[in-house]
């Protein structure tokens, strides 16, 4: 084989897989709130209803979904890992808002660590910015321990600020939790 074609082969290897279900990671839960002190629209609640809403809209299309938490319950990391895990292929999509001291601090990030999910990522980062219509701070590689140990592909997506007033009152709207849902669900089909 050509070198040339050969090392293409491998690119495309490495950046691509397979998945036929969705591990859906609704951040934080039970006394851990998520956020920072003091923060009043609560990370831990809207996360899992944008988590509940991405789990209706995959199932309705015929996707298998495992959901790491339905209720308001802490599980701890690992135990988010070992239910990842515990799936061949899968995508891991863990579900959060972003928090920061200065208000004015706003957009959406979407994280990965394998490589094999940047694809995913992009297409998660694309999708949510579109719905959001705001500041795109972009696709970043990060070592965050879910993204790390979990061996299936893994994203983790900062949908927004809770802690800046607009988008706070964007995400008290169930319309615009519903917008987020349906974003994350495009990201994840046109990555299958
Ligand atoms: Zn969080």
């Given at each position: 084989?050509?070198?040339l074609?050969f090392?293409l082969?491998?690119?495309i290897a490495?950046?691509?897989?397979a998945?036929?279900s969705v591990?859906?990671?609704a ?9 920072i002190?003091?923060q009043r629209a609560c ?5 899992l209803d944008?988590?509940?809403?991405l ?5 309705a299309?015929?996707i298998k979904t495992v ?5 308001d319950?802490?599980?701890?990391l690992?135990q988010?890992v ?5 799936q ?8 959060h808002?972003n928090?920061?001291i200065?208000?004015?601090a706003?957009g ?5 660590f394998n490589r ?11 999708q949510?910015t ?8 972009g ?7 879910v993204l790390?140990?979990?061996?299936v592909?893994a994203?983790?997506?900062e949908?927004?600020f809770l ?8 995400c008290?709207?169930p319309?615009?939790?519903q917008?987020?849902a349906?974003?994350?669900a495009r990201a994840?089909k046109a990555?299958?």
């Amino acid at each position: 084989m050509p070198r040339l074609v050969f090392l293409l082969l491998i690119t495309i290897a490495s950046s691509s897989f397979a998945f036929d279900s969705v591990v859906i990671d609704a951040g934080h839960g039970g006394h851990d709130r998520g956020g920072i002190p003091g923060q009043r629209a609560c990370e831990k609640i809207l996360a899992l209803d944008v988590a509940q809403r991405l789990n209706a809209a995959l199932r309705a299309d015929g996707i298998k979904t495992v959901m790491t938490r339905n209720d308001d319950t802490f599980i701890p990391l690992p135990q988010r890992v070992a239910i990842a895990n515990a799936q061949r292929d899968a995508l891991f999509i863990s579900i959060h808002f972003n928090s920061a001291i200065r208000k004015g601090a706003d957009g959406t990030e979407t994280y990965y660590f394998n490589r094999k999910a940047a694809p995913v990522a992009a297409r998660v980062q694309s999708q949510l910015t579109q719905v959001n219509g705001h500041e795109n701070r972009g696709v970043k590689r990060r070592a965050y321990y879910v993204l790390r140990k979990t061996r299936v592909p893994a994203v983790l997506a900062e949908c927004a600020f809770l802690t800046n007033p607009q988008e706070a009152a964007r995400c008290a709207l169930p319309t615009h939790r519903q917008n987020l849902a349906n974003a994350l669900a495009r990201a994840v089909k046109a990555s299958m």
